[in-house]
């Protein structure tokens, strides 16, 4: 093998822990979400933090593409808080 | 630091995802230059050839590791201290982005000892004493899996993460201590290497020190919303899912 094989396999690993590691971060920001999630559901005119959204780190959002998940149930909270609804 | 009293005064808000933007950005864009000077900038080494371009992020990750162990050390005394477990949860953040970059060592120097040294591995003093920091910090991360009470769970760990960083000196001397043959990369002289490779391996350090600081602040803000949760849960009776 020669010197580049080596080369391209020590960076492909660089690579492949960090986005193993994003990926672990990822998901578990994804469960605590629905666990807050769980939460607001449960309290009756409840509603989950909205940093959450506002707080949402950028990578989650790049992974997610359409932006960090929460967000659409986060902007209707605020959609009937305008209305004057209650959710 | 104060207290985890509720969810509102745990969260960084919209200047913490300003943070964390601006980070990122400078992450990817240190990152890049970073890249560059490793791949095109720093000339090829006369012995080695293109392989020793695995050294920049190989060293860049080394040092990352030991200055997580650092924060570890520090998050656990402040622990201690004050029983604030906002320190905890850096500690804990700081333990994990650590074994990640502990990780990303062990792999690359293996990858590039078997051109150079002709074997994956060697119990070498350098290598030997990175693997126990290794395993030192999994064992620091397996154990607080296996304690319930978070008082409990964060004083053990607290006391791991002081114990566990010993080791790093140990790690950073035992190439002077010990007869090795992993090379001295910082002499009474100064670097012993081109200027143009110097300036690569301070690119890949500093890449690799804001790579760590954007980790840091996206997983300590995740552990704070998870204790947020957590005092949720316990405020409103309900029990772990």
């Not at chain 1, 967000?71 to 909270?77: D, G, H, Q």
């Not at chain 2, 000892?113 to 920091?133: E, F, N, Q, Y």
């Amino acid at each position: 093998m020669g010197d580049l094989w080596y080369l391209a396999l020590a960076y492909a690993v660089i690579w492949a822990v960090l986005l193993v590691y994003l990926y672990s971060i990822a998901r578990r920001q994804e469960s605590l979400r629905r666990e807050m999630k769980a939460i607001a559901e449960a309290l009756e005119g409840g509603s989950a933090p909205e940093e959450e959204v506002e707080d949402a780190e950028p990578f989650l959002r790049l992974v997610h593409g359409k932006g960090a998940p929460g967000e659409e149930p986060a902007r209707a909270r605020r959609a009937a808080r305008g209305r004057g609804d209650s959710l | 630091m104060r207290a985890v009293a509720g969810p509102s005064n745990l969260s960084l808000g919209g200047a913490g995802s300003r943070l964390q933007r601006a980070l990122l950005a400078a992450t990817l864009a240190v990152g890049l230059l970073a890249l560059y000077m490793a791949f095109v900038y720093a000339p090829k080494e006369a012995t080695m050839g293109d392989v020793q371009r695995i050294f920049y992020f190989h060293v860049g990750a080394a040092w990352t590791a030991l200055l997580a162990f650092f924060v570890v050390f520090v998050g656990g005394l402040a622990y201690l201290r004050t029983r604030d477990r906002r320190w905890d949860a850096l500690a804990l953040s700081s333990a994990e982005i650590g074994v990640v970059f502990t990780t990303i060592t062990l792999a690359t120097g293996s990858i590039w000892a078997k051109p150079a040294w002709g074997a994956w591995w060697t119990w070498d003093p350098r290598l030997t004493t990175t693997s126990v920091l290794w395993l030192i910090y999994v064992s620091y991360l397996i154990l607080r899996g296996a304690i319930d009470e978070p008082e409990r769970r964060a004083s053990f760990a607290a006391v791991v993460g002081i114990v566990g960083f010993v080791d790093v000196p140990i790690v950073f001397l035992s190439i002077r201590l010990w007869r090795t043959i992993h090379p001295v990369l910082v002499k009474s002289q100064g670097f012993d290497m081109e200027p143009p490779m110097v300036h690569a391996l301070l690119a890949a350090l500093l890449a690799c020190t804001l790579l760590y600081a954007y980790l840091l602040l996206v997983r300590t803000s995740l552990e704070r919303r998870r204790l947020e949760v957590e005092a949720a849960r316990q405020a409103l009776g309900f029990h772990q899912g």
